[in-house]
């Protein structure tokens, strides 16, 4: 069977989107016509199409596609990745097909077309989705595996297990793992040390060995890796640099020397394009709503207690860059000057900041906590690209002074109005104490699961959980 990777399944592919593309154009016929009894279209009794669309038109879709990496599997192993970039490159072969037939066969009427595009997008949709199903079930069967023997069962030897036994559309199998300490030979999937890593090859079915090793053991990598050099097998080291890195690694070019970033962006600019977008979109729709609503509760809490109805205040955004942030004062004018009733330490040392019973807290205060109504004015802060709508809560700058070096990485994104972790206990859970939440959130970040975490947060406030 085709594997989910191989240039035969890249040229099937290309074969099956160019013949469906002339399936929709045949389709669009047939459709039309039984379309002519409608009010809204004019009756056309016999569609005859030139032979020549049939040629052309399937070869500018490959051709649009080709340009979005589609037959590319490796880039779009996920469906989310897969689904989209079909789309956006649909979306641009229906605009190339559309200025061809302006420039030439102008009889072809638009409705006809836009079946056409229509059935087109589906029956791709259509098949890719049959594939995926047909390969999962094939893959939840342990069906045709690659078999992958790990060396080093280390942290980096053990995330990469994990994240191919997470993966279930990558089509791999960890068989187990070679290690040469002592106390690790003693877990149940590590069968031996990695002087024999040459002998497993050649007796096991291994088809990939990944190389995870520290970094002192440099000369035995080199070792390694000759012995392996003429076997039948693929070799994938891992650098052990996941205590350096910030966010993620990636392979750039520098100097026109490929080298490894330690800070790659988490974002890349297509998504950083599309978050931004999404922000200010959202953002202006809502303004002429929020704005009445916003005087109303700055009014409220000018006559609730004496001071200034919205508060500003030293955060911490993407990359470490402090920002100001805006809230509505839901605390008495000199709340910080009384931090220290309330400011505490847990059992493990680690300081806890807000209480249930705060009595800093103003009659309006604690209903603007409880419905979130107080993060209103950074709506201005995403306006000005310093916050978005969903990240990462930011934080204040003396508590990510007491940050450990991984929990940084929650840096790596904008940070947010909403997020993960709000969505997920809010006040209830510190942010600063469960910073795996935002991570989950940096390495899993899609559009989608903005919209998802939007949608989660207006149910989470409705039910006043966890906020005080």
Request: glycine share 6%; charged share 20%; aromatic share 10%.
């Amino acid at each position: 069977m085709l594997r989910r990777f191989s240039s035969d399944f890249a040229v099937l592919s290309i074969l099956l989107d160019g013949a469906f593309v002339a399936v929709g154009l045949y389709i669009s016929i047939v459709l039309r016509q039984m379309a002519n009894p409608l009010d809204f279209v004019q009756d056309i009794p016999v569609i005859v199409l030139p032979l020549e669309l049939y040629l052309i038109f399937p070869l500018i879709w490959v051709l649009t596609l080709l340009i979005f990496n589609i037959y590319d599997g490796r880039k779009n192993i996920r469906v989310i990745d897969e689904f989209a970039s079909l789309t956006t490159g649909s979306l641009l072969a229906t605009i190339a097909s559309a200025g061809i037939l302006y420039l030439t066969y102008r009889d072809i009427s638009r409705f006809q077309f836009g079946i056409f595009a229509v059935v087109t997008f589906l029956l791709m949709l259509m098949w890719r989705s049959v594939f995926r199903t047909t390969i999962h079930r094939k893959y939840s069967r342990r069906a045709e595996m690659r078999n992958v023997l790990i060396l080093g069962a280390g942290s980096a030897g053990r995330k990469i297990g994990e994240q191919i036994n997470l993966e279930g559309m990558y089509g791999l199998c960890v068989v187990g793992y070679l290690d040469d300490s002592l106390k690790k030979q003693k877990e149940a999937d590590v069968v031996g040390d990695l002087n024999i890593a040459r002998e497993i090859v050649r007796s096991t079915r291994i088809d990939d060995v990944v190389v995870a090793l520290p970094m002192s053991a440099h000369i035995r990598l080199n070792q390694i890796i000759a012995e392996l050099h003429d076997l039948p097998v693929r070799v994938w080291v891992i650098p052990d640099y996941f205590s350096l890195t910030l966010h993620k690694a990636g392979v750039f070019d520098f100097a026109g020397i490929p080298m490894l970033d330690l800070r790659a962006p988490a974002l890349d600019e297509y998504q950083r394009m599309l978050k931004r977008s999404f922000d200010l979109v959202v953002c202006t729709l809502l303004l002429p709503f929020l704005f009445p609503l916003m005087g109303l509760i700055a009014l409220a809490i000018r006559f609730d207690s004496p001071g200034k109805a919205i508060y500003v205040q030293k955060r911490v955004g993407e990359n470490g860059k402090i920002f100001t942030m805006y809230k509505f004062r839901s605390m008495v004018s000199n709340a910080e000057a009384l931090r220290h009733l309330v400011e505490k330490k847990d059992s493990n040392g680690n300081r806890i900041h807000k209480i249930p019973d705060d009595p800093r807290i103003t009659r309006v205060g604690k209903f603007l906590r409880q419905t979130s109504l107080d993060e209103l004015p950074q709506i201005f802060n995403v306006f000005n690209g310093s916050m978005s709508l969903v990240g990462p809560r930011p934080e204040m700058p003396d508590f990510v002074d007491e940050y450990q070096p991984w929990q940084r990485k929650r840096f790596a994104v904008p940070q947010g109005i909403t997020g993960w972790w709000q969505v997920n206990g809010r006040s209830d859970r510190p942010m600063h104490l469960h910073t795996e939440d935002d991570l989950y959130y940096v390495q899993h970040y899609s559009i989608w699961l903005d919209l998802q975490i939007l949608a989660r947060t207006v149910w989470v406030v409705l039910r006043r959980k966890g906020a005080f």
